[in-house]
């Protein structure tokens, strides 16, 4: 009589644990919360954005229409003759070549002004370092005036010259300290190691903590590229050169006379010493939305590339940690 043996056995694979929390309940006061939450938002952003697509609407919809404010919601007869016209500017490509030049070299400068000066502040080593960087901030609050500065940059030679755009605006207060205050927040065994390797003062600056501000750098460079692309008060004050207006100054000398512009197109019989054609109906409501569109795109077009450094630049820089 033979034995009976039991089937073997399966291997009982061991389960890997459950990692995955549960999710909370969602009772009714949250997800009434998250819908007012969500809500005030979307209002916010409809808010913010409205402006803007107000003016591009009006600056494409037809001129008597947006002259009577009836252009509010979607355009009406859409056309690009108003572009077309502000861009017959006599000077406005040389002016669009300035603007880009100081806003580009302006940034450039101040932010690599605003780096060192902030990483030097914190060297402990450093001669004389709370009086010069007091003397530094105290010119947050103090001013000699706008008379003593036109003076001082005629005697400087800075009129009638482009670095006018470049040399008052390199060291910037504000700027310098978000960049102290983001280089205190760094591990100091960063600089103890390449002092030990050798390194001077610049290489440490240059090599190991200029790579590692970018955050900051992108909030400094986006905050001084706007200054810089939105003045024409500089201009007014120190620029008689007509070629060295700005792509802004331009503009704004072209609103300032819109009203007479707009007459001026509607009558003339010909070419209006190229700036405005005599086959245009424009009115100053239309030239200043479609300048106002010019002045604005570029920037709404760069923010968003430097949007992701700037939250992370502004915290890690107005807080000590």
């Known amino acids: 009589m033979t034995a009976l043996t039991a089937p073997p056995k ?77 861009f017959k500017l006599n000077g406005l490509p040389l002016a669009a070549v300035v603007s880009i030049a100081r806003t580009v070299i302006g940034t450039v400068f101040t932010v690599l002004a605003s780096a060192f000066l902030g990483f030097m502040f914190t060297q402990k080593k450093m001669w004389a370092r709370q009086f010069w960087y007091r003397f530094i901030i105290i010119t947050m609050y103090f001013s000699a005036g706008l008379i003593p500065v036109f003076i001082i940059m005629k005697n400087l030679g800075l009129t009638n010259n482009f670095w006018v755009y470049v040399l008052p605006f390199i060291v910037q207060p504000f700027f310098i300290i978000l960049v102290k205050t983001f280089v205190e927040s760094m591990p100091e065994s960063l600089q103890e190691a390449a002092e030990l390797d050798g390194a001077n003062i610049v290489q440490i600056f240059f090599r190991v903590y200029l790579p590692n501000m970018t955050p900051i750098l992108a909030t400094v460079a986006i905050f001084s590229a706007v200054a810089q692309w939105n003045s024409f008060q500089d201009t007014l004050i120190y620029i008689t050169d007509q070629s060295l207006y700005t792509l802004q100054y331009l503009l704004y000398m072209f609103i300032n006379q819109a009203s007479s512009l707009a007459q001026a197109a509607q009558n003339a019989g010909g070419d209006l010493s190229g700036i405005v054609s005599a086959a245009t109906s424009q009115t100053p409501t239309s030239i200043r939305m479609t300048v106002s569109v010019i002045v604005v795109l570029p920037i709404i077009f760069i923010y968003p590339l430097f949007q992701r450094f700037f939250v992370k630049g502004i915290m890690l820089g107005a807080v000590k940690g």
């Open 10 to 86: 399966r291997p009982v694979r061991p389960t890997r644990p459950h990692n995955r929390k549960p999710e909370p309940e969602r009772h009714g006061g949250d997800v009434m919360f998250a819908i007012i939450n969500y809500t005030v938002f979307a209002l916010l952003v409809v808010l913010c954005a409205y402006p803007f697509y107000y003016l591009i609407i009006n600056s494409i919809s037809a001129n008597d229409v947006s002259a009577l404010g009836d252009v509010r919601l979607w355009p009406i007869d859409v056309h690009l003759d108003n572009y077309k016209e502000v």
